[in-house]
Every structure is written in C-alpha cells, then in structure tokens.
C-alpha cells in the first residue's frame, strides 16, 4: 500500500482543530484559495466532477461536429448530435428570427375562445416540453411495482416553491418575479404587458395555495392514490380536453395515479373563477419560459436576469458552449453516454466498484442483524428487502434509440420540440411495454446517484466515480469514506422513513410492526430536531428543515455508519488488524477526511436560500459534521471530548441502522 501523502489530506488546515470542525479543519486550505465561478452559484466536489464530465462531453460533441463539417460518412447519432449542436450554437439564425419561432404558438393562444380550448391547447404543448397546469409520466405503480401507470403531479408555479408566494419574506422577490414576467411578455409582442404580469401573478399564488408543501409531497403513502380515469375526470372533468388535446388514448388513463388529488379538484374550480384573459397570459408565460433559453439574447438574458443573477445570485451567464452542451445533452444524453464511457471509465473501475457495493450490502446485513431497536420479524423483512437489492455501475446495459427524432441543424425551437415529443411519446410506451428494470434515470455522464424504491435499485453513474469519490488505487479507508458512504447513503434510502415503506419487490406496503416502526420514529425524529437547529453560514437567518431533509439525513447517516463496517470488514478480508498509518493519520481518520472531502462547498447566499428553502438535502457543511458528531466511531478517531465543537453527548448521538 502506498505511502504517500493521501489526496483527502491536502487541504487540511491545521489551525482548526478536527475535533471543533471536521468540515473546516479538512477542507480549510481549499477554502483560503478556490472561489465560486462566476456562471454558477454554488461550488465544490462535485461541481468540480461536473465541470470535467461537460469538458469531456464537450469533446466528444466536437469531434461530431467536425465528423459532420468534413463530409466523410457518419452514423445517426453523431449527425444527430452535430445537428442539435450546432443549431444551438447558431448565434446568427437565432438573433435574426428573435420571437418568430414561438409566433405560432402565441398565435394560436391569441385565438383561445373558452376554457376547453385553453385546455386543449395546453395539452398539445405540453408534447413539445412546454410546462402547464400539470405534470405527467409514467411510473411504476407502488402497489402493483410490475407495472406502469401514468402519473400526475402539482405544476403551474414560475417561483421555485409554493412557499414563495405566501412567506413575507419572499415579497420582495414575487414583485421582482412580476417584472420579470413584464419583462418577458413585452419581448414576446404582448400588449399592455405590466397588466398582463400581474394576471399572472395573482393566478399563480391562487395556483400555489393549492399546493402540497414539499414535506408533504414526500409522504409516500400520501401522494399514492390510484384512481380509475371516471375518479380522475370527477376531480376534474376539464383534464379530459387537455388529455385529448396532448393525443393521449384513453387506454392510458383507465387507471391512473395522482399525487396531490386537492390540487386537481381545486384546479378545475380556479380554471373557471379566474378569467380567461389572465389564464391566457399564464399560458404565454408558460411557452415564453420554456423557450427563452434557446430564443434570441434578449430572452436568454432576461431568463438569466431573474432566474440565475436575482434568485441565485449568479453572476454570469453560462458560455454558449456550456449551455450547448446541457441542451445537446438534454435531448440525447444515452448518445453521448455511450461516447463519454468508451473514454472515460474503464473497466476495472466497475469491478472494483461490484466489489464495494457487496462489502456495503454485507455490513448492511451484519448491522441490521443486530438491531437492538427491531424485533426479530421486522429484521427479517428487512434482510429480504436487502437481498433483493439491484445495482447498477457505470452505464446501461441497453441504450436509448433516439432513431426516430428528426434533427434540423438549423431550427433549435423545432429540435427542442422534437426531442420533448420524443421524450413524451417514450413515457406513454413504458405503459405499453410494462416496467424496464434495465432502465436507467441518469445518464453515465452525471455526477450523482440514485435509489428508486419502486425498482428496489441504487445506480451509480460512470462521472461519479472519480476522485474525491473512488479511484481504484486509492487506500481503502479513503474509498470506503468516500463512495463506500455514498453507496451505504443510496441504500440507506431503502431504509429511510419513506422508503422503507416499500418492500423488497419495491410494493408500498407495511411490513413492520407497530412497535418497530414506532421506535423507528422516535430515532428519526431525534434526527429532525437535530437538524432543525441547524441554519447554513451563507444564509444565516434561515433555518434547515429537518423534516423535509429527514430522508437524505438518514440515508447520509446510515451511509457512513455502515460504510466504516464495511471498511472494517475489507481490512479482515485483506487480512489487515489495524490500517498503516500515513504522515500521522490512522485510517479511521483517513475514513473521516474522505468523507469531509466529498463536501467541501461554497454557496452564493441567494442560492443557499433557494436550496434551504427547497433541497431535501442538507446544506454541505451539515452533511459533513452533524453526521460524524452522530458516530462513536469518529469521536474514538480524534479523541473528542465535551466542550469540543464536534461533541454530542453519547446519549443525544442517533444510530438507526
């Protein structure tokens, strides 16, 4: 094992104790020199992943690009990919059409007579990935997993969070979001726009008074309602001419799901007491935001004025290149993945990765064994659920056929379309063709990862694994914090209080008893007030919901806690006692910085409201310490004791699995 200096310790700053700050101590020196880009408002480990993953994609939509400048052969998708691409990056044809590309649709909006037609015609946009009154999909049904239903889900809102429109203090920003609007129904030919903004605002607060909240929306047994089309259409009779008008049969939509029922039925009543008029506006709105990032600069820097520079204090405007790439990206990302893996991610890499995801499911199964907390039948369905646990590495063993969409290397407005209709028309075949458990919801490209409760599977894209996250020659203390708790985080998601409602087959069921879950409760909800005292440096005046990060606190809890079992039982395996020691550091605190290392983060303040408002995870700096302060196992590392920043009083400190 080598013994150079570990990459998890070179940003340490010795002039804060680890013991006060994990966070700080590991993290300080990086903090003293990297700074925040000034096209994005929030940066760390895994933007960095990010910037190398669209520097990578960029190459490779490069090289389609000049496969199709010379004239030579090429196969569908690099034609494909150099079209998209290059009408996205056609300044000139863009700047020279302005708001010509969206005339049709507003024209169309112009000639609405009655509600039915507003109806009809919000669905057949929402085919070409303009937003409405609802969002739609294909799901599987949590109570019958080996199936797909189609699925309804609250919309409507141009603010990021129903709480916007009614929380003081937010007042500032709904007017500044009534300029906005202005602002952008003015660009796109709307007579007396200031009036029409307004409209638009007073019906989206009715609209968003009818929303879930997002703690709400987490409630798995909530938002699962399962009702036959006639239920449907008696919340709402208006959603049968926008289904109609999106072309959907009606064999799907015999049986369907729907998240936030109220939110239908109280649709249907606002559809009728708020004038046409206003609803017509919102409608423009809808097709001049969907559009603008890809319209003339007048749209894209008024999108950016508010949504990136006033919302999320971002300085920049993204380089055309950037933003052509996420579009390119956007409609056939499975294209690039297959590119991005050929020369990205080799094939030890996985091997490796199998490896760790066993180890983990094995401390798994070793601490829920001996729960002290659950009874002995719970365990076992939980230990069934755990084996029937599917992971997926790198990329996908089937790639997505983007044959059927027609590209114009000219018209980025009908390549946009044509990609959402692809998309939309995708969705409806999942019902025909049943559950996909081969599918993934992330390209290889992406930096993140994944647990789906209804499939019962975590997934974990080829970008992520990198450095700070894994390298295959890293030492194992280092891989095990690092991705080791990333893949105990997204397992753990099988076990938090939302998915662990769902069984192994991935069904929304009860397989606990009331005494179990009852002691399950207490231990999460000792989690929630130890978040809820929590508030981010950047935005101090504002709190961290420890109900609505409850899941990601237990799955970054759990994560860890388990992930350094698992450290422990790859030393035995290797026949290791005790991990070498390295410039002073023990492997239990190599464990710890790896872990500290994946979270280093600065935020802009106006993005860091944005994400406590919203995010269901905890801000970065609270990922990395409240969840150590938690385990034994980190106080035994640095030999904390009270009075320490970093102490919790054995009796406070949570451990659930």
């Known amino acids: 094992m080598t013994t150079e200096l570990p990459d998890v310790l070179k940003y340490r700053d010795d002039a804060i104790r680890p013991q006060d700050d994990l966070y700080r101590h590991s993290n300080g020196k990086w903090f003293e020199t990297a700074t925040i880009p000034s096209d994005q408002g929030i940066y760390g480990s895994f933007m960095e992943l990010r910037d190398e993953a669209e520097a990578a994609v960029h190459a490779i939509i490069e090289d389609a690009v000049a496969a199709h400048a010379s004239g030579a052969p090429i196969d569908a998708a690099t034609r494909r990919i150099a079209h998209l691409y290059g009408s996205f990056m056609n300044e000139e044809v863009i700047e020279e059409r302005g708001a010509d590309p969206v005339a049709s649709y507003l024209e169309s909006i112009a000639k609405v ?28 049904d949590a109570g019958d997993p080996d199936r797909n239903l189609l699925t309804f889900l609250q919309a409507g809102l141009g603010l990021p969070d129903e709480s916007y429109y009614r929380e003081e203090q937010f007042a500032q920003t709904v007017e500044d ?32 008074s009818h929303h879930w909240d997002r703690v709400k929306v987490r409630d798995a047994q909530a938002r699962y309602n399962l009702l036959p089309g006639a239920e449907l259409f008696g919340l709402m009779p208006g959603l049968r001419s926008w289904l109609g008008g999106a072309g959907i049969e009606e064999k799907y939509f015999s049986e369907v799901v729907v998240w936030q029922p109220s939110y239908i039925e109280a649709l249907s009543g606002l559809l009728e007491e708020h004038p046409l008029e206003a609803w017509k506006n919102w409608l423009t709105v809808q097709v001049l935001r969907s559009f603008a990032p890809y319209l003339s600069s007048a749209f894209v820097n008024e999108n950016f004025s508010f949504y990136s520079a006033k919302l999320g204090g971002v300085e920049k405007l993204k380089d055309r290149w950037k933003r052509g790439v996420a579009f390119t990206e956007g409609a056939v990302g499975e294209d690039l993945g297959q590119l991005y893996v050929a020369g990205n991610f080799p094939p030890e890499a996985k091997t490796a990765m199998d490896a760790l995801v066993q180890r983990l499911i094995e401390a798994y199964r070793i601490s829920i064994s001996n729960l002290p907390w659950m009874g002995a ?116 998601h099988g076990f938090d209080d939302q998915g662990s409602q769902y069984d192994g087959s991935g069904q929304l069921t009860n397989w606990w008893t009331d005494a179990d879950r009852e002691a399950f409760e207490k231990l999460t909800g000792k989690l929630v007030e130890q978040y809820n005292a ?54 239990d605190q190599r464990f710890f910085y790896s872990w500290a290392e994946c979270w ?37 590392a640095f030999g904390t004791k009270p009075g320490d920043g970093m102490w919790l009083d054995p009796e406070e400190r949570v451990v659930i699995w």
């Open 113 to 140: 007579q009655d509600v039915q037609g507003l109806l009809e015609l919000s669905g057949s946009f929402y085919r070409k990935g303009i937003s409405g009154f609802v969002d739609i999909g294909a799901m599987s």
């Open 177 to 208: 979001y009534r300029g906005h609007l202005a602002r952008l129904l003015g660009l796109g030919g709307i007579e007396d726009a200031e009036a029409a903004a307004a409209s638009v605002v007073q019906l989206e607060t009715a609209i968003a």
């Open 377 to 492: 039948d719970t365990v076992q369905k939980a230990l069934d659920k755990l084996s029937k646990f599917r992971p997926k590495i790198g990329y996908p063993d089937q790639w997505i056929d983007y044959s059927s969409i027609e590209t114009d290397e000219l018209d980025v407005i009908a390549n946009r379309a044509a990609a959402n209709e692809f998309e939309f028309r995708r969705e409806l075949k999942k019902i025909d063709d049943g559950v996909d458990r081969e599918l993934w919801f992330m390209y290889p490209q992406t930096v993140n990862a994944y647990y789906h409760p209804l499939l019962n599977e975590i997934a974990f894209p080829a970008a992520i694994l990198r450095l700070p996250f894994f390298d295959v020659d890293r030492d194992i203390a280092s891989n095990f914090g690092a991705i080791g708790a990333v893949i105990g985080h997204e397992i753990g």
């Open 534 to 587: 929590l508030s981010p440096t950047e935005a101090p005046d504002h709190q961290v919901n420890g109900a609505l990060t409850l899941g990601e606190n237990i799955g970054d809890l759990g994560g860890v806690g388990i992930a350094y079992k698992a450290y422990k039982l790859e030393l035995a395996a290797n026949g290791i006692v005790e991990d070498e020691v390295i410039d002073g550091v023990t492997g």
């Open 600 to 636: 280093r983060t600065l935020i802009r303040p106006e993005t860091a409201i944005i994400r406590v408002t919203t995010d269901p995870h905890a801000p970065g700096e609270f990922r990395c310490n409240q969840v150590p302060k938690n385990l034994d196992a980190f106080h035994k």
